[in-house]
């Protein structure tokens, strides 16, 4: 007869010691510690950023919130034409002399660096960055302030995490722990907040990185209800589908609202290849800027800032169609001029404001074609809203939930994903990548093109290569054969093992700086190279399943 303790250590250790293995190994238990830390520190850094661009704002308008349309009025012309522009100024100092590369940071950064596998974003960058963002906010450039606080969050979690002996996995979760809190507590949305780290940043749902991306939401969250209140983003009526004959419109609604994305996406891009054959400045650069949104809001007011105010008379219905035609044309112009001339924004905010617009025009045309069915046209502007965000930030899932998280509205779930998925699926199909893969392609990073591909960037030759004694190079003996160097990459090594079928090992050859003379200081066998390539492809899987 079995002894029940020897059955009972059998089956820890056949069952439970594996896992409790891995828990341990990647200190699960420290990373959820810091990731509680990490909620508390960007909850606050949230709620000071709202009000540092609230008390800018109300140096030159006399208000601190978004609703300040009205008292826009009554600031002298030459305030709303010099402020923006001098503001413009302050901000295109800190970006040049605080900033790296001498340009603004933002979502495709933070997904850049969790790309690479590093998951760093200096601490440095990150308060410029948000220092800035903030300024061109308050001054009223045309942006998020969404994107600010992500990026913020990012390099906070990744400067905390180096305090602490953790493996990489780990160290990316607490950074997808940064971004949950930053969302979090910019759209008082929870949920949205972990599912876009997971979506958006990380790229997998794996429970490891769900459970302290959670925590540092809910902690967030605590702490910005506390102090700002419990009350979603946007106050709008209870709206109501009126038929199911209607979902016909919904589809044609996410097309519409495709064809919006695409034309944003666009514009933004034709607006920055402009700008950079213009020869200015840097420092100059975001002063233009200033001024061109200037000139704009003394016709369209409405553009200025994050938008709220407007976005959230769109939802309700107080537009007329042409007003609304007016203000997503003026809308994209006004983002794509903030975001080219290197002001500092997101585009979390300008996303929904443009969605909210062609959502509300469109439901006023359907209820002009079909009055008896038509429900209200603030309906069609919420999933509008949702429908062009998705498809601008490419992430059909989280933007979803923001929607529902703003609105406190969960009645029209079926519309929205039918009209999200539409949307999202063309712009694909039309683009291949979201706005933040595009930026990340201007900057070298091809993540639309897969995974695997950045996996074999992110190593090192340093990390394939066998050591000799350094010998002199001679370039008569390897005229016909592949060489790598320092620098290179092991996508470099495995496209030349594949374009020189008979070479199963090249050598690694490093340049004398003051001399010019080559050594060969080591070689990389190919079969070397692509087990390292498999232990990385396998290390991110098991990172991804766990």
Known sequence: MNNPKQTYNKLFLKYVAPNASYFWSTKQPLVWLFSLIIGVAVAYTAIIFRHYIGYIQFAWV???????????ADVPLYLRISVPTFGGLLVGLIVYYAAPNKRPEGVADVIGARAKGTAYISLRHGFANIIAAGLTLGIGGSAGREGPIVHFGASLASVLARFINIPPSSRRSLFG???AAAVTASFNAPIAGVLFALEVILGHFAVA??????????????IVRHHLGDFPGFIIPEYNISSFWEFPAFALLGVVSAITAIGFQTNVRLFDKLANMVKIHDIIRPAIGGFIIAIMSLFVPEILGIGYEATNKALQGDYTLAFLFILLFSKTIAVAVTLASRLVGGVFSPALYIGAMSGGAFGLLASMAFPELASDTGLYAIIGMGAVAAAILGAPISTVLIVFELTADYSITIALLLSVSIATGISQAVQGQSIFHWQLTNKGI????????QIARNVTILDVIDRCDPTPFDPVEYEDSPTLTLDSTLEDAIKKFGAFTNC????????????????????VSHIRALQIYNYALIATNIEEHN
């Open 177 to 179: 722990a940064g971004v």
């Open 504 to 523: 199963d090992e090249m050598a690694v050859v490093e340049t004398d700086k003051d001399s010019d003379e080559k050594t060969i200081i080591g070689y």
């Open 209 to 222: 990185a769900f459970v302290p991306i959670v925590i540092a939401s809910v902690v967030a969250t605590l």
């Open 62 to 72: 006399g208000e601190t919130s978004e609703i300040f349309f009205d008292k826009l």
């Open 446 to 453: 091809y993540l639309d093109r897969g995974s695997h591909r």
